[in-house]
Nanobody
Framework: QVHLVESGGGLVQAGGSLRLSCAVS????????LAWYRQAPGKQRELVAT???????NYADSVRGRFTISRDNTKTTVNLQMNSLKPEDTAVYYC?????????WGQGTQVTVSS
């Protein structure tokens, strides 16, 4: 019954920006830890950013200073603002919600950064 609907992926040039959004329904969003992961071809899935119920954030070293994760507890969305994009940011990005001992995943959205 938990559904995650992602949007905002696409093709951009290096140095450009994208904003990913994930609309969440069917769980206690306000107490959940939210995260974005990504997986490039031939690579393991890696954690990009997290935000806790209290608003504390953490970022992978590769994106810190360029990406910003945020949440809207009224709209029950989690967002990832991506600035100064690099070709190495190219990957499928996945939204994740962790609440009440369970973890839920979106289907992923493709982000492609051209040089």
């Amino acid at each position: 019954q938990v559904h995650l609907v992602e949007s905002g992926g696409g093709l951009v040039q290096a140095g450009g920006s994208l904003r990913l959004s994930c609309a969440v329904s069917g769980t206690t969003f306000s107490i959940a830890t939210l995260a974005w992961y990504r997986q490039a071809p031939g690579k393991q899935r890696e954690l990009v950013a997290t935000i806790t119920r209290g608003g504390s954030t953490n970022y992978a070293d590769s994106v810190r200073g360029r990406f910003t994760i945020s949440r809207d507890n009224t709209k029950t969305t989690v967002n990832l603002q991506m600035n100064s994009l690099k070709p190495e940011d190219t990957a499928v990005y996945y939204c994740n919600v962790a609440a009440r001992g369970y973890s839920y995943w979106g289907q992923g959205t493709q982000v492609t950064v051209s040089s």
